[in-house]
């Protein structure tokens, strides 16, 4: 029965028989491993570089746009308030 790796970002799929060599038909795969605990751990297989990126960026909690405009409005109106004002 053959063996099937799945890239876990864009799910290319490569398979291989039990006679070949996981390193033969892998390379250039990379494979992360996520220890979630005592003796748990997960194992994601990507097929690039590039799918690795996409995947942990993913996996990092975006900052909402709207807490950020609120600084570039803050910022905004400070300049305002000091435009024309000699610095000390």
Known sequence: MPKA???HS???RVEFSPEKRPCEV???WLTVSHWK???AVEQYNFCSFTCLKRWADAQVPKIPEV???AF???RD???KATR???QP
Do not use: N, T
């Open 67 to 69: 807490f950020l405009k």
């Open 77 to 79: 109106k400070k300049r």
């Open 72 to 74: 570039e409005r803050k």
């Open 37 to 39: 605990g005592l003796g």
């Open 10 to 12: 864009c799910g290319e």
């Open 5 to 7: 790796f799945i890239c």
């Open 26 to 28: 892998l390379s250039g």
């Open 84 to 86: 024309g004002k000699i």
